[in-house]
């Protein structure tokens, strides 16, 4: 049971770049799936939330508007589709799923702690001049 994330790189600040998370051992359709990151000396924070069975979705408020986060069930893969990207965008990039929905949401919002059950290794995201 794991998560794979890749797609982050080295851009320019205007630049896309698209984060996938691949589950492989079970299958992502049961699971909510957060996107975190984390800056070089920063705590780690919440990105962006999709919800298992409805794919409602939240956002941190300075990605909104610019950031896409998606499911494809039948890929068994979550996407982060992030356009616009800033310098201030520059941290290691995580997903990680759980069965429960508001419980991950809470997370990435930042007003719980807690455990979610599978999380990947980060991909490294730098937006730089």
């Known amino acids: 049971v794991q998560l794979q994330a890749s797609g982050g790189g080295l851009v320019h600040p205007g630049s896309s770049l698209r984060l996938a998370c691949a589950a492989s051992?079970?299958?992502?359709?049961?699971?909510?799936i957060g996107w975190f990151r984390q800056a070089p000396g920063k705590e780690r924070e919440g990105v962006s939330w999709?919800?298992?069975?409805?794919?409602?979705?939240y956002y941190k408020e300075s990605v909104k508007g610019r950031f896409t986060i998606s499911r494809d069930n039948a890929k068994n893969t979550a996407y982060l589709e992030m356009n616009n990207l800033k310098p201030e965008d520059t941290a290691v990039y995580y997903c990680a799923a759980d069965h429960r929905d508001q419980h991950t949401l809470f997370i990435i919002k930042g007003v719980a702690k807690g455990h979610l059950e599978v999380w990947g290794q980060g991909t490294q995201v730098t937006v730089s001049s």
């Open positions: 999709i919800s298992s069975l409805h794919g409602d979705t």
């Open positions: 051992g079970f299958a992502l359709d049961n699971y909510a």
